[in-house]
């Protein structure tokens, strides 16, 4: 069993910035692939961002790139997403996931591919 919890979001005013975190239980967290998700009011919940095993591959929804950047600590077992130039638009609940079964078939893109998951964060970005 792994836990998921996010912290880090809140309130902040278009242009501004936020980092969210996301503390996982489990002593393999070094072997986790991880990702962000979002889900705003009435909408679907949405890829944001995911991160390999060891950080070195990255990958982003197109409506943040450029803005966000998803990184981790595997000595701290957290994965991170910093967050700039943040828009109304983004506001959302922001959820934290991890995949630990490892299948080659894996998407960062897709919901089911992941295992576990936080309770949400909100952000909520003022115009």
């Known amino acids: 069993q792994v836990q998921l919890v996010e912290s880090g979001g809140g309130l902040v005013q278009a242009g501004g910035s936020l980092r969210l975190s996301c503390a996982a239980s489990?002593?393999?967290?070094?072997?986790?692939?991880m990702g962000w998700f979002r889900q705003a009011p009435g909408k679907e919940r949405e890829f944001v961002a995911g991160i390999s095993w060891s950080g070195g591959s990255t990958y982003y929804a197109d409506s943040v790139k450029g803005r966000f950047t998803i990184s981790r600590d595997n000595a701290k077992n957290t994965v991170y997403l910093q967050m700039h130039s943040l828009k109304p638009e983004d506001t959302a609940v922001y959820y934290c996931?991890?995949?630990?079964?490892?299948?080659?078939?894996?998407?960062?893109?897709?919901?089911?591919?992941?295992?576990?998951w936080g309770q949400g964060t909100q952000v909520t970005v003022s115009s």
């Open positions: 996931s991890a995949d630990v079964s490892r299948y080659m078939s894996f998407s960062y893109y897709t919901e089911s591919g992941y295992d576990y």
């Open positions: 489990g002593r393999t967290f070094s072997s986790y692939r």
